[in-house]
């Protein structure tokens, strides 16, 4: 019988990520702090909890799918959070982008009260979420990570185990810094198309499957295109994910210029009013000058 599982966040990616599980015959349990959120799962069959300390007493694996570091420490180190409610021999699997510092925190912890833990933060946005076909990189200990695996493989496709606690995180912070640079080059490239008098839907054509390709190019440039700047993933989440990148780089003395670029720009952008928009809206800034 397959294992039970909890899933803690139906966002963006979260609603995706746990309708795979429940497609794919895992008895799963629902906590989101909208319980609306939950509603379309709740009618394919998942089971509605009204705390997370209840569903973490009830489920064999939990995972989280949350906003901020904050919120992530209260769900699992909290008074009424996971922590102090799973049974021992639990895994608990947190896949927000989070700190890497705090990863080891909650690892520390779960270990002491014989928890498993293994952050596993993820990349593709709401496409790959839909698709099952996230990349998903994953510290703790291998033994977790293998015994996880099989769940892991029904939300993502390039899943790689990066070594101990922490690693997930430090990972997912490289590629935030890649997507970082890259996605200005993404807003500059379709702005001189278009001032260059081109059509910039037919460069797309020549240039998405050359050296420049990306994904970013690939998937966020036709949105731009398109002004389509709904989320697939939330510009105030990028710029949280850039932040705890550049504490990352500072502490280990690293120079990011691109990044910190980068952040300078999307924070410009949140100020504008677009800090709920996809990561697609910074071509707004080339658009308005």
Not at 56 to 77: A, Q, R
């Amino acid at each position: 019988m397959k294992q039970k599982v909890g899933f803690i966040g139906l966002g963006v990616m979260g609603q995706s990520m746990a309708k795979h599980i429940l497609l794919a015959g895992y008895p799963l349990s629902v906590y989101t702090r909208t319980k609306q959120k939950a509603e379309e799962l709740v009618n394919l069959g998942a089971v509605w909890i009204d705390s997370i300390s209840e569903l973490s007493k009830e489920c064999e694996i939990i995972i989280t799918m949350i906003g901020y570091p904050k919120d992530v420490e209260e769900v699992y180190l909290g008074e009424e959070g996971i922590l102090s409610s799973a049974k021992p021999g639990t895994y608990v699997i947190d896949m927000t982008t989070s700190q890497p510092s705090l990863a080891k925190r909650i690892y520390e912890q779960a270990n002491s009260k014989e928890i498993h833990s293994l952050d596993a933060p993820v990349s593709g946005g709401d496409i790959g979420a839909r698709e099952a076909r996230l990349a998903i990189m994953v510290g703790g200990e291998k033994h977790a990570f293998d015994t996880c695996l099989p769940l892991l493989e029904k939300m993502g496709q390039n899943i790689v185990y990066q070594g101990e606690a922490g690693s997930g995180q430090h990972t997912k912070m490289c590629n935030q810094i890649a997507i970082a640079s890259g996605m200005i080059g993404v807003s500059e490239a379709i702005s001189y198309a278009k001032k260059s008098g081109l059509e910039p839907a037919n460069v797309l054509k020549s240039i998405t499957t050359g050296a420049a390709g990306s994904w970013s190019l690939s998937n966020l440039a036709p949105r731009m295109l398109a002004e389509d700047f709904e989320p697939g993933f939330f510009i105030k989440h990028f710029i949280k994910d850039m932040g705890i990148a550049i504490d990352e780089s500072n502490a280990m003395d690293l120079y990011t210029p691109g990044l910190e670029l980068a952040y300078k720009l999307y924070e410009q952008l949140a100020e504008a009013g677009y800090k709920d928009k996809g990561t697609q809206a910074l071509v707004k800034l080339w658009d308005e000058k």
